[in-house]
């Protein structure tokens, strides 16, 4: 019989249930987007979507910000493409 503690990390992942969508940590959307805190810090102030998190950090919607980046492109650059 298969034994669930036995299994790797790998093996015990399962997919998330419908309508669920994990949210980025600061570092992440830092990352994604190949921007500094700082320009995390002025597009929070420019209205970019921040999702409510119980715990300590910031928390992003990857979804709204790419929404949010293409509805307010003003410089050319499309930000919600830019590390894909």
């Known amino acids: 019989m298969d034994n669930p503690a ?3 990390k790998h093996e015990r992942r399962v997919p998330l249930p419908a309508g ?3 949210l ?3 570092r992440a959307i830092e990352t994604y987007y190949g921007v ?3 320009q995390i ?3 929070l102030k420019a209205g970019m979507p921040e999702e409510p998190f119980a715990g300590q950090g910031r928390r992003y919607d990857l ?3 790419q ?3 293409e509805a307010n492109a003003t410089d050319g650059r499309n930000w919600s493409t830019a590390a894909a």
């Open 6 to 8: 036995r299994r790797t």
């Open 67 to 69: 929404a949010w980046h």
């Open 24 to 26: 980025l940590t600061q």
């Open 36 to 38: 500094s805190t700082w």
């Open 41 to 43: 810090t002025q597009w």
């Open 20 to 22: 669920i969508v994990p």
């Open 63 to 65: 979804a709204k910000c």
